[in-house]
């Protein structure tokens, strides 16, 4: 029994060491790089030139009296046409030339702008009230589009998000509305005579 215990003991001692000897492996360090990295240079950078001192002449007061205002020149603005000078109106009336080109199967630039006015519209229907519809009574900045295509005249009536062809027999005008000459540029393409199937 002695024996036996002896052989116990030896072999949870024997376990132990192989145990502790299992943990105690040393790692082996990863491979090196098979590329050699490309050493690192020193930048120069240039040093630091202070700015030269200059000299500069100042005007006296009876020169600066002498010396004329540079002059602007001001272009009136009655001289442009309201699509040159305000993008809102530019916009409005490219979605009117695109909608009536496609109502009438022509290409826009068959269709020419023969005015635009700015309008501030009474109510909701923007001056061209349907039958039997009731509209908010508030007023409307817009504009009133003419445009032409061949001999035929359409207007299309607007705010800032609608732009829509208004039937002439049913436009109606704010009272301090003026309707404003024509001043549109006549070309030999746009007044050939227009039908729908032509190109």
Not at 81 to 90: I, K, Q, R
Not at 91 to 101: D, F, T, W, Y
Not at 129 to 144: M, T
Not at 160 to 165: N, S
Request: aromatic share 6%; hydrophobic share 40%.
């Amino acid at each position: 029994m002695a024996v036996s215990k002896f052989c116990q003991n030896a072999a949870a001692l024997a376990l132990i060491i192989l145990l502790a000897a299992s943990c105690a492996l040393e790692v082996q360090p990863a491979d090196a790089p098979t590329l050699t990295l490309i050493p690192a240079t020193a930048t120069p950078t240039p040093t630091p030139i202070p700015p030269t001192a200059t000299l500069q002449m100042l005007t006296s007061p009876q020169d600066l009296q002498l010396t004329l205002a540079p002059t602007r020149t001001v272009i009136a603005v009655e001289d442009q046409s309201l699509a040159e000078v305000d993008p809102v109106a530019f916009e409005l009336i490219g979605v009117a030339q695109r909608a009536l080109g496609q109502q009438l199967n022509l290409p826009t630039r068959r269709i020419v702008l023969e005015d635009i006015q700015p309008v501030t519209w009474p109510d909701s229907s923007l001056g061209c009230p349907q039958p039997d519809i009731q509209y908010q009574q508030a007023q409307v900045n817009g504009y009133r589009i003419v445009l032409t295509a061949g001999q035929n005249t359409y207007i299309y009536h607007t705010d800032f998000d609608r732009v829509f062809l208004c039937d002439v027999d049913n436009e109606i005008l704010p009272t301090s509305f003026h309707i404003a000459e024509s001043t549109a540029e006549l070309t030999p393409e746009a007044t050939e005579e227009v039908t729908p199937e032509a190109e």
